[in-house]
DNA sequence: TGACAAAGTCAACACAATGTTGATTAATGA
DNA sequence: TCATTAATCAACATTGTGTTGACTTTGTCA
């Protein structure tokens, strides 16, 4: 459990960050499944041999490297929890947004079509808890049974504005976003006449 | 290009039917990439060989499957288009929702942890024109540039919702999820007080 | 119904990736 | 400096792949 146990050794930090950017160029190019343990490491100018001190297999590897991701996000909103007493959805959102731009290479993959799946799920889930402890408090009463379905809406339409904003490079701020979200989420995406 | 063309040998149907069941079995069980030709066929009990008459491997299996969805979806909402004048969005909304409901055990799948991305990205693609014409002509001007913003928060949103029903195993009426969606599109999921 | 065409079976094949090994060389950090 | 640990390299059995040709069974349609 205790992650980034005094820090590995400098050889050991080199392999594994040559063997991330191998494999984030090469999910670029093609599905995960695709994708060779011989390949990354020929990219990544390594043995063979080498990878397998360290994964399992690919799949052990993406996974081992959204759960560093995790444990980044975890930290960055925990905190953010501390520091606002309010009870807005900005700050968490803009937190959020902030992640995301710092790791925009990893995440443009992991939300492509050669994406993970499992990924966005996991994303679910952490925000879920955090979120439960706003939208509860707030007056959301209204929906009752159907929390599910109202969040399940919100954290999926939220995923699908980080993936069209990383797909374009993030060319606004994350506050720009964070905003923009805060919109959508309360107001929705249509201002029609009410018919 | 001519799909459906005719209709298949009755012993085709048959072991493309097994195919997919056994595949949409093996789905639930385990990644994509972890299943084998092997233990596919065999658990359809059939030669190893059967398979590659139809399909490369089995991506592109998965591919035709899907794309057979497609049509069928296609062919669904164009009829919509004709029949509804009005230019509502529920009426697309519940076509949606009932063919979902008729694919539910492939959907759910698709959208699982085990699930494929580029479905969910098709799904984006084939639904953004059909939506397109219904918004545009709606008062939408307030988005501007930031349609594809707006657009990627309702669809995936949209599929978020989606998978929480087939997860569930669709207790509500399509037409209940078509009226909660037309809700959450228009006004948000969150009814708070404008702070 | 019966004949022909097509689908499915079976065994065999070369090939490629896997995951693991033991011995050796190189780099690190205290 | 020196003991420790990482990385290399060659080799190995194993497994899945994709394809072949000869065969048996099944469906279609005249």
């Known amino acids: 459990m205790a992650e980034t146990e005094k820090k590995e050794d400098r ?7 040559l063997l991330t950017a191998a494999l984030t160029q090469l999910m670029q190019e093609k599905q995960i499944s695709e994708i060779t343990v011989r390949e990354l490491t020929e990219l990544a100018d390594m043995n063979r041999g080498t990878f397998y001190l360290y ?100 954290m999926f339409g939220t995923a699908g504005l980080i993936r069209a904003w990383v797909n374009r490079g993030c060319p606004e701020s994350p506050a720009q976003m964070a905003e923009l979200t805060d919109h959508m989420i309360r107001r929705g995406g249509l201002d029609l006449q009410n018919n």
Chains 1, 2 share one sequence.
């Not at 050889?11 to 960050?17: G, M």
């Not at 808890?129 to 379905?149: H, I, M, N, Q």
């Open 11 to 17: 050889r050991v930090r080199r392999t594994k960050k």
């Open 55 to 154: 994964y399992k297999d690919i799949y052990d590897m993406l996974e081992k490297i959204e759960d560093s991701m995790f444990e980044a996000l975890d930290r960055i909103i925990d905190l953010e929890e501390n520091e606002s007493v309010d009870r807005q959805t900005k700050p968490i959102l803009l937190k959020l947004f902030q992640f995301i731009e710092e790791n925009q290479e990893m995440c443009r993959v992991l939300l492509s079509p050669n994406g993970d799946m499992s990924f966005l799920h996991r994303l679910n889930g952490v925000m879920r808890e955090k979120c439960l402890r706003f939208f509860r408090a707030a007056e959301a009463e209204s929906w009752d049974g159907d929390f599910d379905y109202h969040y399940n809406f919100l």
